[in-house]
């Protein structure tokens, strides 16, 4: 009744943008990320407490965000046939709430372990439609590396899997921290009232078409440049929304020319953004410490991240109590 897990969290590279159903989170369109490592989420859960207790690092969780962990608690219990409070505490290795997908790491390493502390023996696209209720990206950091998530209206579509693509040993990624507090879930709650959101719609699906086209023959300018562009989609959606949230600062306009400015030169780099202010620059071994001095030079610290696996049990010593 006690079991730890680690997820590493999501880069949206065609990223979804509303949710069908709010409670379920069942999503609009397919979505594909990247899992980006050594950043992690590390999640101890026990269902052998006294009370309902959640912490995450070091401080207790209460409002919309524990009714989001409960959400997956309740489904490891249901599906565990337990009714047993559970006691909950997670620790990330790098900032969260400034678009670096803490919530989808999160969820993933929450919905890991309490499966396996309840005792379900699950398959990771399972686990997927678990984690899937605390944060729809978390149920691609379930799965790790390169995945998709499908739409669907029920658990058995509603899934995340792994891609198989040869650019899991080729990409680094030079994350861009630019440290400003952003607000995802109202942004998918009003999604579909800006007058952009059909235009994203029309398109999506040939999106997806060419990212995993790209993915599968391991086209890396032809991928990230995809994935450059859906992060302008993404917010051109999110700008014309009724509350018409403006994620980006001039620190990550900053970012991004510089991005373009060393494509012009030779180097292969390419931008990308979920909803937040912080950048993920993708670039290649070849070109990772030339990316890395550029940003730095600009002032802004970074992170030198990998492609993340999937999300795992770990022993016993590494529990968090």
Known sequence: ?????????????????????????YPYHDSISVCTAPSHTKTTVSFEADEETYIVDGEPVTGRGAERIESVLDRVRELADIDRPARVESENSFPTNVGFGSSSSGFAALAMAAADAAGLEMTRPDVSTIARRGSASAARAVTGGFSVLYSGKNDEDCRAERLETDLDAELHVVAALVPTYKETETAHAEATESHMFDARMAHIHEQMDEMRDALRAADFGRAFELAERDTLSLAATTMTGPSAWVYWQPRTIEVFNAVRQLRSEGIEAYFSGDTGASVYVNTTGEHVEEVVETITDLGIETRHWTVGGPAEVLEDDQALF
């Open 1 to 25: 009744m006690h079991a730890t897990a680690k997820a590493h969290p999501i880069q949206g590279l065609v990223k979804y943008h509303g949710m069908r159903d709010p409670e379920l989170r």
